[in-house]
C-alpha cells in the first residue's frame, strides 16, 4: 500500500514539475511582448500588454514613433493626439474617443498600467492607415504604417512668380536639387506616388517663368518632382503643414519682389475700403439671440431684445441716408459667434458693428454704468493655430488667391490695419453715443472678442449702457433711448465712411 | 520469507531515498523560482517605501504663502489686487482660484467669478496654466462684456502672478468652449493685461 502510494506521489509530483516549469516561461514571455514598427523593433519604456486578447500599447512612444503628438493632462485624465491631421481626445477608462470634434465609442478604453498611459490599439488604426499583426509565438506585434504618399501636384501662376505645391497625405523629409541645361529644380519626397493619378504626373504650367512639372517614383522610396524652367530663375522651397505640403516657389531675380507683394496688399485693402467711394456697406450685429438671451437686467429686460430694436433702428436710419445695411440676425435666432465676422466679410463691409449691452457681476449693487467700445486686442492677432487656418481658409473663400503664404500675410495685414480703422472708428462711435444719451464715458478698449475677429474692416463691438444698472435698465427699456443710441451710432458712422482713409 | 522481505525492505528504502530526492529537488526548485523572489520583493518594496518616507516632508499645518488675487472695484473697471495668506499646499495655484471664487475680504471690491464655481483641476505645462472649472461659471454667470472681462481677466492675472505660469487655458468640464458667455475667445490661452490694472 505503501509503496503504491508513493508511486501516485511521484508520478502527480513530476506531472506538476513537467506542467509548472513551462507555464512560467509563459508567463515570463508575456511581460515582454515586443513591438515592431515598419519591421523594427520599438524599444518602449513599458512594453505592450495584452489584456483578454486586446492589445494595450504605450502611448506616447507608438504615437511619437508615429510621427505624431502626444499631450497629456493628468489632473483632467485627458489625452490629447494628434496624428495624421487628426486631433483625438481620449480621457481614461471612457471608453470613448474625440476625433476632430466627433465622438467614436471604442471597445476598451484607454488606461493606465505600471504608471504609463496605454491606448488600446484600435485608437491608432482610427488615427492612421495602419496593418497590424499579432504573432503568438514569438509574443510580438508588428505594425505597418502606410507611408506618406503625394496626393497631388498643384502650379499657381502670378505676375513675377510661380507656386508649384506637392499635397502629401503626411509630413516627410525632401532634398532638393538644381540642374542646370535646362533649369531644373528637383526635389526628392521620401513618399510614394500611388495616390497621383497618371494625368498629374505631368502638369503643364506654361507661364512666364515655368513649363511643366513631371513627377515619378525615383527609387523606392522616393518620389522625385522635377520643375521645368524657362530660365534661370531664383527658387524657394519650403514645407508647410495641415495640410501638409512642398511648396516650390519659383520668380525672377530681382531685389523688388518684396514691393510687388506690397502692392497687390495694399491695392487689395484699398478697394475693399474705398470701392467706388460712395456704396458703403454697413454689417450691424445684433448680440446674442435665440438661446442666448445675454445679460438680463434687475427687472428682467433682456440684453437680445433691446439689440436687435436698437439694431432695426439703426438698419433704417442708415438706409435712409444710402448706406447698404445687412444684420446678422433680424429675428430672435442664435447665430454661431464665428460666423458674425464671416458675415461682414462676406458683404465686404467697410464696417461692422456689433451691439450689445453690459452687465458686470456685482452681488448686492449694481453701480457700475456707462457706455464703452471695444476693438480687437492686437496681440490676438494670429493668436492660434486655428485663426491661422481660419484665416487661410476664410482669405481664400473671398479673395480667390490660390496662394496660401501670400494669403496669410494678407490676412495679418489686415487685421492688423483693420485694428488702425477700428480705433478710429471707436473713437468717433465712443464720442456721439456719450454725447447723445448724456450716460457715463467708460472709454475705447481692446479685448480679445472673438466677434471681431478675423476681419478686416472697421469693426467693433459697443456696449450701450449697463442692463444690470437699475436706472440704465429703466433707460434702455424706452423707445426714445433706443432711438437716441441707434441716431448716435447713425452719425458715428456717417463721419467715419465719409473720411475714410484712401490709402494706409 | 524473511529474506523476501528483507528484500522488499531494501527496495522500499531505495525507492524512498529516489522520493526524497526528487522531492528536495523540487522543493529546491519551487524556493528558487518563487520564495525567493517574494523576499527579494519584499525587500525592494520596503527599500522604497523608506526611501518614500524620506522624500516626503513633514506636513507643515502653520507654514502659509501670500497669494495675489484680483478682484473688481466697485465701478467695474478695473481688478485691484487683494493679498491674501492661504495655508501652503502642493498646489499653490489650484488654491489661489478657489480663494479667488471665494470673493474678496475687502468691502470694497467684488467679486469676478460666480461663487458656485468648482475647480475641477488645475494643470501647468510649458507656462500655460490649464484650469478645469465647473459649469456653472457659465450658468451662472450675469454675462455683459465687462462681467465676462472681469471674470477671465481676475483668473488670468492671479494665476500669471505664479512665476511659472505665462499664460492661462480656461476649460469649462473638461472643454475648452470658444468663449464662456459670448464675447471673450476663451478657446486659446490668454495672456495678462496690465491694461485691467488702475495705474
Known amino acids: ?202 502638369v503643364i504650367v506654361n507661364d512666364s517663368l515655368v513649363s511643366r512639372v513631371r513627377s515619378g517614383q525615383f527609387t523606392q522610396e522616393t518620389v522625385r518632382v522635377v520643375t521645368d524652367l524657362k530660365g534661370k530663375y531664383e527658387f524657394q522651397v519650403s514645407d508647410l503643414s495641415s495640410p501638409d505640403r512642398i511648396v516650390v516657389d519659383i520668380f525672377i531675380p530681382q531685389s523688388q519682389v518684396g514691393t510687388v507683394v506690397q502692392t497687390e496688399i495694399s491695392q487689395e485693402i484699398k478697394t475693399e475700403i474705398t470701392k467706388d467711394g460712395k456704396r458703403h456697406i454697413v454689417v450691424i450685429d445684433p448680440g446674442h439671440g435665440g438661446n442666448h438671451p445675454g445679460a438680463i437686467g434687475p427687472s428682467g429686460l433682456r440684453e437680445k431684445d433691446v439689440v436687435l430694436d436698437i439694431a432695426l433702428k439703426l438698419r433704417k436710419i442708415l438706409q435712409d441716408n444710402g448706406l447698404t445695411v445687412y444684420l446678422t440676425r433680424e429675428k430672435d435666432v442664435d447665430i454661431p459667434l464665428e460666423n458674425r465676422p464671416l458675415i461682414a466679410m462676406q458683404r465686404e463691409a467697410n464696417v461692422f458693428i456689433s451691439i450689445h449691452t453690459n452687465s458686470a457681476m456685482q452681488k448686492g449693487s449694481s453701480t457700475a454704468k456707462g457706455i464703452e467700445t471695444y476693438v480687437l486686442n492686437s496681440r490676438y492677432i494670429g493668436a492660434s493655430a486655428k485663426d491661422v487656418a481660419d484665416r487661410e481658409n476664410k482669405a481664400s473663400q473671398f479673395y480667390h488667391y490660390e496662394d496660401d503664404i501670400l494669403n496669410q500675410i494678407i490676412a495679418d495685414l489686415e487685421e492688423s490695419a483693420s485694428i488702425g480703422f477700428s480705433l478710429d472708428f471707436a473713437e468717433i462711435v465712443q464720442k456721439r453715443l456719450v454725447q447723445n444719451t448724456g450716460l457715463e464715458n467708460r472709454g475705447v478698449k481692446q479685448a480679445p472678442f472673438l466677434v471681431l475677429k478675423g476681419v478686416n474692416m472697421a469693426a467693433i463691438l459697443v456696449e450701450v449702457g449697463f442692463i444690470s444698472n437699475p436706472n440704465e435698465e429703466k433707460l434702455l427699456k424706452t423707445p426714445e433711448f433706443r432711438e437716441k443710441v441707434a441716431k448716435a451710432l447713425n452719425q458715428a458712422v456717417l463721419e467715419y465712411v465719409r473720411n475714410i482713409p484712401e490709402n494706409i | 520469507m524473511a529474506r523476501r522481505r528483507k528484500k522488499k525492505n531494501i527496495f522500499k528504502s531505495t525507492m524512498n531515498l529516489i522520493i526524497l530526492i526528487i522531492l528536495l529537488v523540487i522543493i529546491f526548485f519551487l524556493v528558487q523560482k518563487f520564495i525567493f523572489p517574494l523576499f527579494q520583493e519584499r525587500e525592494r518594496i520596503e527599500i522604497e517605501e523608506s526611501r518614500e518616507e524620506i522624500e516626503v516632508e513633514p506636513p507643515s499645518v502653520l507654514e502659509e504663502e501670500q497669494v495675489v488675487l484680483y478682484f473688481a472695484d466697485d465701478n ?86 505664479f512665476p511659472d505660469i505665462n499664460k492661462v487655458q480656461i476649460i469649462v468640464d473638461g472643454n475648452s468652449g470658444e468663449t464662456l458667455v459670448g464675447h471673450v475667445d476663451t478657446s486659446i490661452p490668454l495672456e495678462g493685461d496690465d491694461s485691467w490694472l488702475k495705474r
Open chain 1, 1 to 202: 500500500m505503501i509503496k503504491k502510494y508513493n508511486y501516485v506521489n511521484l508520478i502527480i509530483l513530476l506531472i506538476f514539475l513537467l506542467f509548472y516549469i513551462p507555464d512560467q516561461n509563459i508567463l515570463a514571455q508575456q511581460n515582454d511582448i515586443q513591438l515592431k514598427l515598419n519591421d523594427t523593433i520599438l524599444n518602449t519604456n513599458v512594453s505592450p500588454i495584452l489584456v483578454n486578447g486586446r492589445i494595450f500599447l504605450p502611448a506616447r512612444d507608438i504615437i511619437e514613433a508615429l510621427g505624431g503628438r502626444i499631450t497629456w493632462f493628468p489632473a483632467l485624465k485627458l489625452l490629447n493626439l494628434n496624428l495624421g491631421g487628426k486631433e483625438v481626445s481620449l480621457v481614461i477608462d471612457i471608453p470613448e474617443a474625440q476625433i476632430n470634434g466627433k465622438k467614436v465609442i471604442l471597445e476598451d478604453s484607454p488606461t493606465i498600467m505600471e504608471n504609463r498611459v496605454m491606448i488600446p490599439l484600435e485608437v491608432v488604426q482610427l488615427l492612421t492607415e495602419i496593418e497590424s499583426e499579432w504573432d503568438k509565438a514569438s509574443q510580438e506585434i508588428s505594425i505597418t504604417s502606410h507611408r506618406p504618399y503625394v496626393t497631388s501636384i498643384r502650379s499657381y501662376s502670378h505676375k513675377d512668380k510661380t507656386r508649384i505645391v506637392i499635397d502629401l497625405s503626411e509630413k516627410s523629409s525632401y532634398q532638393v536639387i538644381t540642374l542646370s541645361n535646362p533649369e531644373r529644380v528637383v526635389v526628392d519626397v521620401e513618399a510614394s506616388l500611388n495616390q497621383l493619378n497618371e494625368k498629374q504626373k505631368e
Open chain 2, 76 to 161: 467695474a473697471q478695473y481688478l485691484v489686487p487683494e493679498y491674501r495668506n492661504i495655508q501652503k499646499t502642493e498646489e499653490m495655484a489650484k488654491q489661489a482660484i478657489i480663494e479667488l471664487i471665494k470673493g474678496p475680504t475687502s468691502s470694497n471690491l467684488y467679486p469676478t467669478v460666480p461663487s458656485t464655481t468648482r475647480v475641477n483641476g488645475l494643470y501647468i505645462n510649458d507656462g500655460i496654466a490649464y484650469v478645469d472649472l465647473s459649469s456653472e461659471i457659465i450658468k451662472n454667470h450675469s454675462g455683459g462684456s465687462t462681467g465676462e472681462l472681469l471674470t477671465v481677466y481676475s483668473i488670468v492675472l492671479t494665476l500669471t502672478s
